[in-house]
């Protein structure tokens, strides 16, 4: 893209705004009421906003390689706490992604430099359900069912951390599952049973 075409497109962008409603920039200058916590891939074909339809205001987005949730990772841990302690978000989504580089570079063995310890989050999940994924003899159905099980602990990981085990005490926070099809456009929502998965591991995570 044309970095002089970035501005062009933004000027067009608020006059199309400023058309419509003349305090369009006033009003979403007064602050954010966000509903949603969106955390997804930074892949530049997945656009958290576009692919929900939500206007400026209505989702707090993440967006990293994978859509990772490590608890090492101090921008990650600090979006969670100020989404959920300050925003009030109820409703949290770990959306990945069909066709994501991340996973698919994390079947493979090549070194990859400086991606190597991120990637390794995601080769821990292979591990995790290795059973499972070895087999599948149909090589794009593994990888298509590793980025939904990349999506399934990146979930567990955010329901293991204290700001949302603290704020569920006093209301309902929601954690959903979901992928995004590239080649149809569709969300999925995985319908991931936290319950079953976590009743066992619970206990040695659980805050009191």
Avoid at 10 to 33: H, I, R, S, T
Avoid at 122 to 151: A, G, P
Avoid at 155 to 177: E, F, P, S
Wanted: proline fraction near 2%; hydrophobic fraction near 40%; charged fraction near 25%.
């Amino acid at each position: 893209m044309n970095i002089d075409q970035i501005f062009k497109n933004n000027q067009a962008w608020v006059n199309e705004k400023l058309g419509n409603n003349p305090d369009y920039f006033k009003n979403l200058a007064n602050g954010q009421n966000p509903d949603v916590l969106y955390i997804g891939c930074s892949d530049s074909r997945v656009t958290a906003e576009e692919i929900m339809g939500a206007k400026p205001g209505e989702a707090f987005v993440m967006r990293n390689i994978s859509n990772m949730v490590s608890n090492l990772d101090l921008s990650a841990m600090s979006v969670i706490n100020y989404a959920v302690n300050h925003l009030k978000v109820n409703h949290i989504i770990v959306c990945g992604h069909y066709g994501c580089g991340g996973v698919k570079a994390a079947m493979q063995s090549q070194d990859l430099g400086i991606l190597n310890p991120w990637l390794r989050n995601i080769r821990d999940v292979y591990r995790l359900h290795q059973k499972e994924l070895n087999s599948f003899s149909n090589e794009e159905e593994k990888y298509r069912r590793l980025v939904e099980l990349n999506v399934q602990e990146q979930c567990v990981n955010v329901i293991k951390t204290a700001d949302v085990q603290l704020a569920n005490r006093n209301r309902n926070l929601t954690v959903h599952g979901w992928v995004m099809d590239m080649e149809t456009g569709k969300l999925i929502d995985l319908k991931i049973d936290f319950d079953q998965i976590l009743k066992e591991i619970m206990e040695i995570y659980h805050l009191d």
